[in-house]
């Protein structure tokens, strides 16, 4: 099977911001996941996961290497290009969820898909955001502002948001930390369920073992260095 995702020789240093010399977070990455694969990526805070994550979904530049998501590298797309390539292909869980804060759980959800290139509109991409909503467990809350909504609940809206335009690619970032272990485990088994019906990649950064251990490969950061854990 060929692969999905590539990373290849991947460095990041990010420049001080008074001035000073620039600070590594890690170089020369390289990484193959096949479409369909599920894979954790854990770590010590500070360690690069949201950083690796970032770059892979072409939210920020490499200081070195490449992302090739289907062959095509993320960083070398034009702006429209970029632009259909996030809307369409990529779902990106945030650590923060960054909801819009005017706007209904129901309508943050739908978001992504207004864009013009999404799999559904009108009434149908209301049914499918109402039943996103139902599978995290938020059919009672669609009409809530973030502000009307526990830190938890914004979390679940924003995985319904990653997921309505059925992106072949999920990039979640600590998707369950601020989940109770009954909702982190119903989110999980969704992740998994997805990942296995419609072949979505999933790659998911995580602190929690439990949900590790269910992704099909789990790579730790190391010192600078992104490693497989053995399984
Ligand atoms: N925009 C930025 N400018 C400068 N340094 C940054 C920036 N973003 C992240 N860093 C630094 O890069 C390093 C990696 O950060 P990153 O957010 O990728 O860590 P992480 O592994 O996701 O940690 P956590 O588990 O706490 O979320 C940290 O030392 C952080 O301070
Ligand atoms: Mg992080």
Request: aromatic share 0%; hydrophobic share 40%; glycine share 30%.
């Given at each position: 099977m060929s692969n999905f995702l590539e990373i290849k020789n991947l460095t990041k240093a990010y420049s001080a911001p008074q001035g000073g010399s620039s600070s590594l977070v890690f170089s020369d990455l390289n990484l193959l996941v096949e479409a369909g694969k599920s894979l954790a990526i854990v770590g010590p805070s500070g360690s690069g996961k949201s950083t690796l994550l970032n770059l892979i979904g072409g939210l920020d530049s490499p200081t070195g290497g490449e992302v090739l998501i289907d062959g095509k590298n993320v960083h070398q797309q034009s702006p429209e290009e970029a632009a259909r390539f996030r809307n369409l292909t990529l779902g990106f869980i945030f650590q923060s969820h960054h909801l819009l804060p005017a706007l209904s759980a129901l309508e943050n959800v739908m978001i992504p898909a207004l864009?013009?290139?999404?799999?559904a509109s009108g009434q149908v991409l209301q049914t499918r955001a109402l039943e996103l909503l139902h599978e995290v467990g938020l059919s009672e809350r669609s009409n809530h502002l973030p502000g009307q909504l526990s830190g938890g609940e914004r979390q679940r809206v924003a995985v319904a948001r990653a997921l309505i335009n059925e992106p072949r690619l999920l990039l979640a970032d600590e998707?369950?930390?601020?989940?109770d272990q009954a909702k982190a485990e119903s989110l999980m088994e969704l992740l998994v369920r997805l990942n296995r019906e419609k072949e979505t990649t999933l790659v998911v950064v995580t602190h929690a073992i439990s949900l590790a251990n269910q992704m099909e490969e789990v790579w730790a950061f190391d010192g600078g260095d992104l490693k497989k854990v053995d399984s």
């Open positions: 864009a013009g290139h999404g799999v998707p369950t930390g601020a989940l």
